[in-house]
């Protein structure tokens, strides 16, 4: 199956910085989802980009879908960004896989 | 809207006994799933489903069973609990197709002893 690389593993930074997180991918995709999971455990969807760029806020996301990898971007991080990001892909219908995840703290 | 709902939010079991975690979604999505998270894991797919009566595997489907009568319910079921299945449960539910992003439940913790 495919295997999903994320980096860092873990990352500190503090309240204003900006971060880009990686994840590198071993197959073709259609299917490229980020995660957020707050410290509370929820999973939130933060975007679906098998190819392309997308912003929502002050978070972006940029799919270079034949080098297989995509980044994560956070502008202006906050205290509420952390938490652990996921990135995780299909190569066929609906076997969405993860990748371990960056764990993101941000300190005041 | 409710959105994916998962009961209960904590179970601990003795080994051996079994038990049924529930996950329902009010937003008529055709896909369902179920993940295991365990600590320096990432999520891992148990069992899937693409309709009502439609399931199939996913990388860990040992110990689990599922079913899927209708498009709202896809319950989880340990047969036999063991230890090795403390985890943090997920459901998972999406639209199939294009843009089809995964929304998730709020989360089982379970516990084995």
């Known amino acids: 199956g495919i295997q999903v690389e994320q980096s860092p593993p873990d990352l500190i930074l503090q309240e204003g910085a900006n971060s880009t997180l990686r994840c590198n991918f071993s197959?073709?995709?259609?299917?490229l989802q980020w995660f957020h999971q707050n410290p509370w455990g929820q999973l939130i969807n933060l975007f679906y980009?098998?190819?392309g760029t997308k912003q929502n806020g002050r978070l972006s996301a940029t799919t270079v879908a034949t080098e297989r990898y995509s980044l994560l971007y956070i502008s202006s991080s906050q205290t509420t960004d952390s938490g652990v990001y996921f990135c995780a892909v299909t190569g066929t219908a609906s076997k969405l896989t993860f990748g371990t995840g960056t764990r993101l703290q941000v300190t005041l | 809207n409710a959105g994916v709902t998962q009961t209960p939010k904590f179970q601990v079991l003795k080994t051996g006994q079994s038990m049924t975690l529930q996950c329902a979604q009010d937003?008529?999505?055709?896909?369902m799933s179920w993940y295991r998270q365990d600590p320096g894991m990432g999520l891992r797919l148990i069992h899937y489903s693409v309709g009502a009566g439609i399931t199939d595997q996913g990388e860990v489907p040992n110990g689990y069973n599922v079913s899927r009568s209708t498009t709202e319910d896809f319950p989880l079921r340990l047969l036999s609990a063991a230890p090795s299945q403390t985890s943090v449960y997920f459901c998972?539910?999406?639209?199939?197709?294009?843009?089809?992003?995964?929304?998730f439940g709020s989360g089982t913790q379970l516990s084995v002893l």
């Open positions: 980009i098998p190819s």
């Open positions: 998972a539910s999406s639209t199939i197709g294009m843009g089809e992003k995964l929304f």
């Open positions: 197959d073709s995709v259609n299917n």
């Open positions: 937003m008529n999505h055709e896909y």
